[in-house]
T-cell receptor
């Protein structure tokens, strides 16, 4: 079993829809949770960064962390064709220094006109 | 502020050869991490460098090695290339001690024939 599980999709939605992307994890030591967006053949771009449980909002994006369920989500409101990309969740433990990131496989999202 | 840069963009090698990939960290960042991303997968942690020393390593064989220089730039060296080494190699920089946020470069796409 992988430490981080993510549905690879593809997920296809109409423009303007609310998108929900999710990851589950098995390592209870994970404390930091991130969402990256990756366009085809490009490097990942950091979208959201959260620590421990709770919600964080940034523009059209909302990240939720539920540590009791080992479940994180990213919501995208008013989705646009430019949001079409692969979304990667990533996590790290609190070790007091630089940490490695453990990624999910990524969910491919397509927002159609 | 300058972002993370990587060179070369693309590289084609044959099995058994050696390769060196380069990374310049984001301005002000002192930690560099390297990841391997196979097609359709999330990035896998190779190792991290801080103060010119390896600071954590993933499940990769010793033929994967690295360096960090006083200006925080870094190299990834892979010896005795195998077909399975074909992947996108990503460099990420961060500021140790303040956060776990890692910012990625565009990657180097390595093809091993």
């Amino acid at each position: 079993q992988k430490e981080v599980e993510q549905d690879p999709g593809p997920l296809s939605v109409p423009e303007g829809a609310i998108v929900s992307l999710n990851c589950t994890y098995s390592n209870s030591a994970f404390q930091y949770f991130m969402w990256y967006r990756q366009y085809s053949r490009k490097g990942p771009e950091l979208l959201m960064y959260t620590y421990s449980s709770g919600n964080k909002e940034d523009g059209r994006f909302t990240a939720q962390v539920d540590k009791s369920s080992k479940y994180i989500s990213l919501f995208i409101r008013d989705s646009q064709p430019s949001d079409s990309a692969t979304y990667l969740c990533a996590m790290s433990t609190s070790t007091g220094g630089g940490n490695k990131l453990t990624f999910g496989t990524g969910t491919q999202l397509k927002v159609e006109l | 502020e300058t972002g993370v840069t990587q060179s070369p963009t693309h590289l084609i090698k044959t099995r058994g050869q050696q390769v060196t990939l380069r990374c310049s960290s984001q301005s002000g960042h002192n930690t560099v991490s390297w990841y391997q991303q196979a097609l359709g997968q999330g990035p896998q942690f190779i190792f991290q460098y801080y103060r010119e020393e390896e600071n954590g390593r993933g499940n990769f064989p010793p033929r994967f090695s690295g360096l960090q220089f006083p200006n925080y730039s870094s190299e990834l060296n892979v010896n005795a290339l195998e077909l399975d080494d074909s992947a996108l190699y990503l460099c990420a920089s961060s500021l140790r001690g303040t956060s776990n946020e890692q910012f990625f470069g565009p990657g180097t796409r390595l093809t091993v024939l």
